[in-house]
């Protein structure tokens, strides 16, 4: 990857973004975020910024995506829900952090695109499912921990309900284009906000329980 960038450079964005788990870092370090964009951006894949992937969609900053990981507090076991596969880089990050990810990605050839990228680069403890990610996936969970990449004023209700008791779920909230990536956890009623991660733009989340579909 040496011809497209140095990795080194991403993980100095990232820590200086404020991302302080040396797990991160390391997976930062050690997944090659350009294997997991479209093969005529790799050259930019170690700039710490957004880079555009088909139906219109765009990959999150990765010092955005680090610090989101981070919230979680991924413990290297338990199941995590993504919402919003993309490319695969955040789903590879997820999957050296904790025992299996569980990706749903709502257009097929994005979702087959990450499947191939995780592929080549041997994660096996992640699957991606064409969904929607509103619906979350009932049949695995509950789960640890769900990351949500994309905007929607409040959590789903299918998301909540999926999340074990205790744990952490990340999304930002807002109406798409101007948010607040905020991280929750399950409380013995329903989720507790704990603090916002970072201000950001995010596409809208679409599905059932979000925006409708356009």
């Not at 010092?63 to 789903?91: D, P």
């Not at 050296?96 to 695109?113: K, P, Q």
């Not at 999340?163 to 109406?175: E, H």
Request: proline content about 8%; charged content about 20%; overall charge negative.
């Amino acid at each position: 990857m040496d011809s497209v960038g140095d990795p080194e450079q991403l993980v100095r964005a990232v820590a200086a973004a404020g991302v302080g788990d040396p797990r991160v870092l390391d997976a930062v370090r050690t997944v090659p975020r350009a294997g997991f964009v479209p093969p005529h951006l790799a050259w930019r894949a170690y700039q710490d910024a957004p880079l555009p992937i088909p139906r219109g969609q765009v990959t999150t900053q990765p010092s955005l995506v680090a610090r989101m990981v981070e919230a979680l507090g991924l413990t290297g076991s338990g199941r995590v829900l993504e919402v919003g596969a993309g490319y695969g880089w955040q789903t590879a990050l997820l999957a050296r952090l904790c025992g299996f990810v569980w990706a749903v990605e709502r257009f097929a050839d994005v979702a087959e695109a990450a499947r191939e990228n995780l592929a080549r680069f041997g994660v096996a403890n992640a699957e991606v499912v064409e969904g929607d990610g509103t619906e979350g996936l009932s049949e695995h969970a509950p789960y640890d921990a769900i990351l949500v990449a994309a905007a929607f004023p409040s959590v789903p209700r299918p998301l909540e309900e999926q999340l074990v008791a205790g744990g952490r779920l990340v999304q930002p909230v807002g109406p798409g284009g101007r948010e607040e990536v905020v991280l929750f956890e399950k409380g013995p009623r329903n989720l507790v906000r704990l603090q916002v991660v970072a201000g950001a733009s995010f596409v809208k989340l679409h599905g059932m329980y979000a925006f409708p579909e356009e």
